[in-house]
């Protein structure tokens, strides 16, 4: 089902979400849901707080399939890339962000499995896009002082 985005200022996107303790079949239709949602919107990347669930969730799909993951953890990072982003929660803006060019994060799968993704490129950047959302940070956060998005 294809859920609606939460667009800013609204609270729920500057909440700090709560872990998955349990995996359930709500947290399964979750996760359906929002690559649904992520599909259905162009996007790249999704967060459960975009969709009013302050659940450590997220969904993402650069072009090499949907990855989905519940309580992603990011452990370490590498380098430094600036490009250009935007988010599915601030529509039709955009601004240049300064992230890590390579990253490592941990999490389960929908299976409650552990799992290591070692990413670089669009995937590291959308994994940290996301990330942030679960802790409340938008991507507008990162941009320079006296640069706005347009």
Same mark, same amino acid.
């Given at each position: 089902?294809?859920?609606?985005?939460?667009? #800013?200022?609204?609270? @729920?996107?500057? *909440?700090? &979400?709560?872990?998955?303790?349990? *995996?359930?079949?709500?947290?399964?239709?979750?996760?359906?849901?929002? =690559?649904?949602?992520?599909?259905?919107?162009?996007? #790249?990347?999704?967060? &459960?707080?975009?969709?009013?669930?302050?659940?450590?969730?997220?969904?993402?799909?650069?072009?090499?399939?949907?990855? %989905?993951?519940?309580?992603? @953890?990011? #452990? =370490?990072? %590498?380098?430094?890339?600036?490009?250009? !982003?935007?988010?599915? %929660?601030?529509?039709?803006? %955009?601004?240049?962000?300064?992230?890590?060019? /390579? #990253?490592? @994060?941990? +999490?389960?799968?929908?299976?409650?499995? /552990?799992?290591?993704?070692?990413?670089?490129?669009?995937?590291? /950047?959308?994994?940290?896009?996301?990330?942030?959302?679960?802790? +409340? *940070?938008?991507?507008?956060?990162?941009?320079?002082?006296?640069? !706005? &998005?347009?």
């Amino acid at each position: 089902m294809v859920r609606k985005i939460f667009l #800013v200022p609204h609270p @729920v996107l500057r *909440i700090k &979400a709560r872990p998955v303790e349990k *995996i359930t079949k709500k947290t399964l239709r979750i996760l359906q849901d929002m =690559a649904e949602t992520m599909y259905a919107n162009n996007g #790249v990347g999704l967060a &459960a707080p975009q969709i009013g669930i302050p659940e450590r969730l997220i969904t993402v799909d650069t072009g090499d399939g949907l990855l %989905s993951l519940i309580n992603p @953890v990011l #452990v =370490a990072t %590498s380098g430094q890339e600036r490009d250009v !982003e935007g988010c599915l %929660s601030i529509p039709g803006q %955009s601004g240049y962000v300064t992230r890590a060019a /390579r #990253v490592i @994060v941990e +999490g389960l799968d929908p299976g409650g499995r /552990r799992k290591k993704i070692e990413a670089e490129g669009l995937l590291a /950047r959308a994994l940290q896009h996301e990330i942030d959302h679960l802790d +409340g *940070i938008l991507f507008t956060d990162h941009l320079k002082d006296g640069e !706005e &998005a347009k």
